[in-house]
């Protein structure tokens, strides 16, 4: 295996893509403007006689991001729940009741300034509030949609998956980590 050395410092998300639960595919979406995550932890503190001897974090088991990005519509339909049960062809709603954001699994592949590319994994996301979108009439810029979302735990207790790719010895993995990607794909086979 080749290890990589070097400072590595996230630059810019070059790929994205989706999968919501129970589709067959993943959706691609390249258009994304920044990726923020945030990792929420657990603070354990160990006392004797009133005094903290002893501090240890661990993960939270979440991770709560904001994706700005311009989206394909029937992936934001998908992702933030519109539902067009009950109306006339072409036509979607956010019904109190029947609007529910899918959960989902999302991959990234993110480049450093020196163009190293590293692939991240969310197995089980899902949008964790409305769109939040802007619209300024005589605009210059096209403003991107905010979605934020929430990555939760896996079957194996995982909330990420992030690798260099050159450090990556499968070559199943590389070329289907952002195409195909699953528990399935990055775990040791039993």
């Known amino acids: ?3 990589y050395e070097n400072v590595y410092s996230d630059f810019e998300v070059t790929k994205t893509s989706f999968k919501p639960k129970g589709a067959t595919a993943f959706i691609e979406n390249n258009c994304v403007g ?10 354990i503190t160990k006392k004797c006689r009133g005094v903290v001897v002893k501090n240890r974090t661990k993960h939270g088991g ?3 991001g904001t994706l700005k990005l ?11 729940g519109l539902n067009s049960d009950g109306l006339k062809e072409g036509i979607n709603s956010l019904n109190r009741d029947k609007s529910v954001h899918p959960e989902f699994t999302m991959v990234n592949e993110v480049r450093d300034e020196d163009g190293t590319v590293k692939f991240l994994a969310f ?9 939040k979108k ?4 005589g605009a210059t810029e096209v403003v ?3 979605m934020k979302f929430s990555a939760s735990v896996d079957e194996i207790g995982n909330t990420m998956y992030e690798a260099i790719v050159q450090e990556i010895t499968d070559e199943t993995v590389k070329t289907k980590w952002m195409t195909e990607f699953s528990t399935e794909l990055v775990k040791v086979a039993a």
């Open 70 to 80: 311009h989206m394909k519509w029937g992936l934001y339909k998908t992702l933030f």
């Open 1 to 3: 295996m080749t290890k």
């Open 134 to 137: 802007s619209i300024e009439n």
């Open 62 to 64: 979440t991770i709560e």
């Open 123 to 131: 197995p089980c996301c899902v949008a964790s509030e409305g769109a």
């Open 34 to 43: 920044s990726l923020e995550i945030q990792e929420t932890v657990r603070n």
């Open 144 to 146: 991107e949609v905010e």
